[in-house]
């Protein structure tokens, strides 16, 4: 009795793992970005350089609203348990780009909010994405981008 081999190969080509594929991708062009970007405060771009600041330092960036945010707050935007979040946190911490303030709503927690070198680093972020973003119109066409922009979306906010 011979058995077809079971074929697979979509598991290197289904939806989920290229869109996984193509995130890292923009990610790690935005952090190679940084890393060049006379906005971005020195110690942070040569943090950056040194491959320090990683994708998941780009949740703290991606997701800290400007007026602050509560760490489970932060966390649950992030897709990130507390204890990771809190560890990213002490890290942005001790580079000067969050700090710890009280907030005003509940004398017991803190909020986690940018630093001024914090929102140096946010406007160059803002500078790095829209690069990025550029290069990947010029890579697939401004229809195509277009196209798959309108799609995420859609479909980032049907779950």
Excluded: N
Excluded at 147 to 154: I, N, Q, T
């Amino acid at each position: 009795m011979s058995e077809t081999p079971y074929d697979d190969r979509w598991r290197q080509t289904h939806l989920g793992r290229l869109l996984g594929h193509a995130m890292r991708r923009f990610d790690e062009r935005v952090l190679q970005l940084m890393a060049a970007s006379e906005q971005a405060p020195l110690a942070l771009a040569h943090l950056a350089a040194r491959d320090k600041v990683g994708a998941a330092h780009v949740h703290i960036t991606r997701h800290l609203p400007l007026a602050g945010a509560r760490l489970t707050e932060l966390a649950q935007w992030a897709g990130m348990s507390k204890q990771a979040m809190g560890d990213l946190v002490d890290q942005c911490a001790a580079w000067g780009l969050v700090t710890r303030e009280a907030d005003p709503l509940d004398a017991r927690a803190r909020r986690i909010a940018f630093t001024p070198a914090g929102l140096d680093w946010l406007a160059a972020f803002r500078a790095a994405v829209a690069q990025a973003e550029a290069e990947f119109r010029a890579a697939v066409g401004a229809e195509v981008a277009t196209v798959v922009a309108l799609g995420l979306e859609a479909y980032a906010g049907g779950a």
